[in-house]
């Protein structure tokens, strides 16, 4: 018994050196549960057509962008001037989907550490932090504007979950720097802080350039040309808008070979529909011609569909997330994006909540479940999302990531077969005979269920004898405690030179700008 | 314009005083989107192999009930005996199948209000409250003891809610009455305090007799015979029991031509296997055991299979709950229920959360959404749920039945079609123009989206000027507020007399009982 002991002990201490669930951790996931599809080819068809009305009979309008303009009337879009430099674009239906046809249904994104090298597309699914949040908020000091101390504080965060398969961009802004300047830190912070793959700047085109020739001076030109190293996350400006910045980014992107998200922000009544039948046509529509800008710049250069639905509540304008409505629309673009064969930005863990509380997570978890069953490929906004995007919450990010944890497991889907069926496993005993000590369960209870790092799933009476604490409070603690124990990477020593000489240099050759 | 603002003023007002999202009421939920199927036809079959092997090689032990073993022989069960009271039953291959023929797939359980009668099966999804808390919790008074006060104020807030369409059963224990008479507050107050139907009681034979009974006063002796009015919820004794208790009491719901829930509790790693697919195929067999049992009482009693799949923390022993296998396993008993044909009562809004927390709605919805999407029909479990069943929450019933409300607007699927594609909304002003006055959202507005009661989706300014008030604070407000505002559906005096009348001369015939 003393041996027996003793060896469960030791099992029990590599265990936690390695981290709970340290089964289930895997670069990015590969989906072994189908995806949910609720509607029928029927009424797919009848969202695939309206968008291809959309495109044909009231256009797409492009601003401030001659050479994307070009590009589109080269490969037979009917251009009509609204003035010089706006123009609006119709395209016969099929034209965009045979334009298409060139991007890659899953595409390999390269991280410095080859280990955490991604892929996005067919059953794949990759987590990273939420994105583009002017503020932060902790339990300590309440909601403030984000600062770059807070960026790297949240690379770390998201570097130290062994949930998150991706760096992400813009976690938060870092308003203490120059607005002009700022994607360099940002950058940098990606590459200094974590190993993983990672997100560039697109709020104008020389920035996206910038985040490139990073990449480049990382990972040396050639491999850049040839390969995935970096992403942009461009939005258009619905409805039925693509501006000059999104689409000179795009481009840049595109012509660096790097890969692009394309994303309609859909609010209902405001500048979609309210019907998440034609928010689905016009997200569709908007997302499809993003992405085939690409491929007219560069055939074959990765590109991403996306979609951010969200409600609004009719009483105050306001937009609300993690609502049911969105929930379901996030399925159907899953069953719109595999048709289109291509990848898929879905939901995150969205919520209209100001604090992590329970409206935080109840939220979260029905925008998270239908982003991970839609089949939802590159999920932007796993973690940390609170107050409808306006902040990225500390504690909610440990939330977060501890579901993304979950959500392994989930994926991971139910194995059949003659050891999980466990027959053998009643039969030893027979009715009536508890299973604690059976073969059956001594080898599998290490790796049968996930076990959370943040849940508590003590008995009542020794979660209130210490202390009767909260989730929220939980995850105040480990945040710092997870930053005081952060390592940083490591990084070779020139490169790390090279970059900073490289930021130094172009911080000296603007003035700041701080709009 | 100022006829079309009052207009909408009007329209406003009287939608006030419906309640918010009053179009999505209903006395049941009829699912407009197909369940989540992640498991092949190979897979499932496998399992109902397994299951099969179960009942023919290992077999059910049944224990104190002589009767249930004469009706089991007598339709070919191959009895052995353990002891004078204890025998094991085999069943070959698909005689339990065979037995469950009988069984309707849907059936109706009427209510006291006609208009609140349920459908329960097919595409019906039905909710109740939590059942079986010995504790209650609110933030004021912390955990204790609950008592018949709790019960009839859980009976009040449940009636009180849209969302709920069935009162449950034991929502929590009141154990401040004798355990052998405690049935018959806990059924008048369903009956008093609720207009919907509900749970009588199976922790002795005379108990159900007596929770019939009471229904026969209520509707009349004929209509029980003829109509479902009461069911009760039953709990094999797993791994492979049924005890005498359950059975006596399942045979005298059947008898009465009643309904009957079949319930084991499962959990891995004690008392089934720690491998979900294993776990499976014994909660099928345990089920569907119990569920053949009210078809040899009398054929076309209404039956309903029932799951209740726990994980469990290694480290502590303890149950968990929310967590992602036992989602998986919701998903699949939903289609071994469809492949044999019964209604299925599927998981709840499960937590081991302490708290009406962050961790309570994040493993809440994990759960819910997954007994939803099985395509569950009865949903015990619905609202209230806290601290692995131990609770009954004041605070949470409020978030949860908000959550049921939300899952209307979910389960109500999405519409294709002309108006809501809404081709001319995008089409009328053209790209880069807002919608807000177009005619489709007018036309929309009041109805596209569920419009939560307790979710805060105000501006962060507006919520921190009201104090900065987390959901479980405002849930707190909440149920003392419904509760206030709280009045009793009329119930005939006559019948309220006699059933008072029955139920002092039943407690009057019998000595307290405190165990």
Redesign the interface.
Known sequence: MSGKRSGRKARKSQRASEGRSAHLRVPFISRK??P????DDE?LT??ET?AE??LA?????FRDDPETVRLFAQAGGQVTAKSDTIK?IRFEPGMIREILKTAPARFTQHARNPANTVEIGGDSVVFAPSYGSPFVMDLDRG?RYGTIEDFNNFVKLAQSSPWLHHSGGTICEPTDIAVNKRHLDMVYAHIRYSDRAFLGSITAPERAEDSIEMCRILFGADFVDENCVIMGNFNS?S???WDGISTRGIRAYAAAGQGSIHLPFLL???????????AL??NLAESMVGCALTQLVRPGAPTILATFLT??????G?P?FG???P???SL?MGQLARRLNLPLRSAGSFT???????????????SM?SAV?SGGNYQLHSAGYL?GL??MSYEKFM?DTD?CG??H??LA?????D?????D???EN???????GCA??LS???S?????E???????E???EQG?I???TR?NARWKETLANYTAPPLDEATDEALRDFIARKKASMQDAWH
């Open positions: 549960i189908p949910y599809e609720i509607l009424s009848r969202i309206t009305r959309i009979e009231i256009g797409i309008e609006i909601r400006t409805p039925l808008v209902g009544g405001a500048v979609a529909p309210l019907t998440m039948a034609g046509a016009q409600s609004m509540s009719m009483r105050s306001s609300t609502t049911p409505e929930a379901l629309g159907v209209t909540s100001k604090l992590p509380d329970a409206q935080a997570m109840q939220q979260s978890m029905m479940m069953q107050d306006l902040s939330l579901v979950a959500l497991a989930y889907g139910m194995q059949v077969n050891d999980t069926l466990a027959f496993a009643l039969a027979g009715p009536g005979e508890h299973l604690f059956h369960t599998h209870y290490q049968a269920y996930w076990d959370s943040l849940n508590d799933d003590q008995p009542w020794t979660w209130d009767g909260d989730a929220m995850a």
